[in-house]
């Protein structure tokens, strides 16, 4: 059973493979579906246009130094997008530098109608205690999610077994509650707010335009694309 609910976020040929070994190798069947399930656990996570499973996460407030917990049901509830932001650890070297670019641009993601949460597996002690001490980190007034369990984490892909740590990985769910985008980074590289801030109006501009794509690079203002057969060969034309 816990095979089959998390093959269902993984591609379906996992579970094909799955039926014929169960019919072939009827005296292996047990082995067969605990090693394959094992390994659908570790490597199969949502995936861009997927339907996100409601969570709730528990969260320290900047703005008013308090506990709290988001809740992905309430934002859908409230029509607001969705950004997680993981990122490896508190009280490390990139981490914070994020963090405060993140902040620069939280004014205008807000206009956006987005509700911005930073993930990372420390708890929502140490992210009080950070808070109160890295002064790079004195605009943050988004939610700070605490992933102790690395459950969102491991949902999202970005849990990683040998540091017991997050990548940097960022994540866009849509009023719907469906995952439209997706970046995960390596410790090592850090991210740029301002193409979250972009990414963010084009992924608003085609939900309320849905017969349009915006094309690489675009800002708002700039032309979009109407995909039809008139169009094939005529995409330089059709920016002109």
């Not at 987005?114 to 009080?128: A, P």
């Not at 032309?223 to 057969?229: A, I």
Request: glycine share 6%; charged share 25%; hydrophobic share 40%.
């Amino acid at each position: 059973m816990v095979c089959a609910r998390i093959a269902g976020l993984g591609p379906r040929r996992d579970l094909r493979k799955l039926t014929v070994f169960s019919i072939q190798e009827e005296s292996l069947t047990h082995t067969i579906i605990t090693e394959r399930c094992e390994m659908t656990e570790q490597c199969c996570a949502l995936q861009v246009g997927q339907k996100v499973p409601d969570f709730e996460i528990e969260t320290f407030e900047p703005e008013t130094s308090s506990f709290s917990k988001f809740s992905l049901s309430e934002a859908k509830k409230n029509k607001k997008w969705t950004i997680l932001v993981f990122y490896p650890a508190d009280f490390t070297f990139i981490c914070p530098t994020e963090l405060a670019d993140l902040a620069e641009k939280h004014e205008e993601l807000k206009k956006l109608g987005c509700e911005v949460v930073s993930v990372s597996t420390d708890t929502k002690f140490v992210h009080f205690g950070w808070i109160q001490q890295e002064k790079l980190l004195t605009g943050v007034k988004y939610h700070m999610g605490a992933d102790q369990k690395t459950t969102l984490s491991r949902l999202f892909g970005v849990f990683d077994e040998d540091s017991g740590l997050a990548l940097r990985g960022t994540f866009v769910i849509n009023p719907d509650g469906v995952l439209v985008g997706s970046e995960v980074n390596f410790f090592n590289v850090g991210r740029n707010a301002d193409e979250l801030v972009r990414k963010m109006m084009a992924f608003d501009y085609v939900r309320n335009a849905p017969a349009e794509v915006c094309p690489a690079k675009w800002t708002p203002g700039e032309k979009t694309l109407t995909p039809s057969e008139k169009i094939v060969g005529k995409v330089y034309e059709a920016l002109k």
